[in-house]
């Protein structure tokens, strides 16, 4: 399949490079890597964001020329990455498009015209790196660097299951390559706002606990009185999850509209992907998320009653508080 992608960027001209609304690590760092690849390529590509490029993100390579946009602009192909539809970029046009879907999820989904979709790897970043390798473009410092990037966050810093020897193996070649893993980790890592540490305070402070489950919330006041962003909300459930012995942590996040984001993270125990796809969202069997309708106490309720019965049976002498 990946001939036949790079067969299809060759017949073309005009790129548009795009992932998933409030886009992550390996979204960010693969559309920038696969934008400059294709200019190498001697391709006219833009990178183009529903919501732009988050702060913690915005030190990369090329982030300074992501376009935010609610609409693709005119073009040969669009090029997808992360999605598993082209509602998730939320950009108008997209369906009128010629489209190139690079994915790695599991719930990865034939949509476009290409489908290149490969769950064996731990991000779209080692697709990216394929890409490049087979078109013959060298992996500079600045490419390695966005790549490393999607690496290192969809693997959560090289701890989530799945992690092997050849996501190493990569790391390493992209290392070789340029990128420096602790500047790369810095930013992310050590760049938080004043506004996410307050958010964090308050979640901490709703922590339940149900045996091997924990939760966390925040309601749209707090985000209003913290003066947060969306993406300050980044990487708060991990916090739950960190607890010893917990297995399966949950962070739901109020919306404008009344309904819940809710961030999955699992130990490795239980796929949470499968309890993610059931109410419409996806991702990874240890992290994914999805939206559900409020209020919180019935969507705590929902989300626990999908993960008992998905889940294998639970310690009952697990600690609850």
Same mark, same amino acid.
């Given at each position: $399949?990946?001939?036949? %992608? ?34 190498? $390529? ?7 964001? /529903?919501?732009? %490029?988050? !702060? ?29 539809? =082209?509602? @998730? ?32 790897? $731990?991000?779209? +970043? ?11 473009? *060298? #992996? ?14 969809? =693997?959560?810093?090289? $701890? ?5 020897? /050849?996501?190493? =193996? ?16 810095? /930013? ?5 706002? =004043? ?6 305070? +308050? ?21 209003? !009185? ?19 012995? %917990?297995? #399966? &942590? ?14 999955? @993270? ?9 309890? &993610? ?17 409020? *209020? ?7 989300? #626990?009653?999908?993960?008992? &019965?998905? +889940?294998?049976?639970?310690? &009952? ?5």
């Amino acid at each position: $399949m990946l001939e036949l %992608v790079l067969r299809e960027i060759r017949a073309r001209r005009r790129f548009v490079v795009t992932s998933h609304a409030r886009p992550d690590g390996d979204g960010i760092g693969s559309a920038l890597a696969c934008g400059q690849i294709l200019r190498m $390529m001697g391709k006219e590509a833009e990178v183009v964001m /529903h919501d732009g %490029v988050p !702060r913690i993100y915005q030190n990369l390579p090329f982030a300074d020329c992501v376009v935010q946009a609610d609409a693709v602009p005119p073009n040969d192909a669009v090029i997808l990455l992360e999605c598993d539809g =082209t509602r @998730r970029a939320l950009l108008e046009g997209l369906d009128e498009c010629f489209l190139i879907n690079i994915d790695h999820h599991v719930s990865g989904r034939n949509f476009g015209h290409i489908n290149w979709i490969d769950s064996s790897v $731990m991000a779209t +970043a080692e697709l990216v790196f394929r890409l490049a390798r087979l078109a013959c473009v *060298p #992996v500079d410092r600045d490419i390695a660097t966005c790549l490393y990037t999607g690496l290192m966050t969809d =693997t959560g810093s090289f $701890m989530f299951e799945g992690t092997n020897e /050849h996501t190493f =193996t990569v790391a390493r070649e992209l290392v070789l390559a340029g990128a420096d893993p602790a500047l790369c980790a810095r /930013h992310i890592y050590f760049g938080h706002s =004043t506004a996410k540490l307050r958010l964090l305070g +308050a979640a901490l402070s709703n922590l339940h606990r149900e045996g091997p489950l924990a939760w966390i919330w925040i309601t749209q006041e707090q985000m209003q !009185r913290f003066c947060a962003r969306e993406e300050d909300c980044e990487g708060l459930v991990n916090y739950a999850l960190s607890i010893g012995d %917990v297995q #399966v &942590a949950m962070f739901f996040r109020e919306l404008p509209d009344g309904r819940f984001r809710v961030s999955l @993270r699992s130990k490795g125990e239980v796929n949470v992907s499968t309890v &993610a796809e059931y109410f419409g969202g996806g991702g990874h069997k240890c992290a994914s998320g999805c939206s559900i309708e409020g *209020p919180l106490a019935v969507a705590v309720s929902r989300i #626990v009653d999908r993960l008992r &019965a998905e +889940a294998v049976v639970w310690n &009952a002498d697990s600690s609850t508080s």
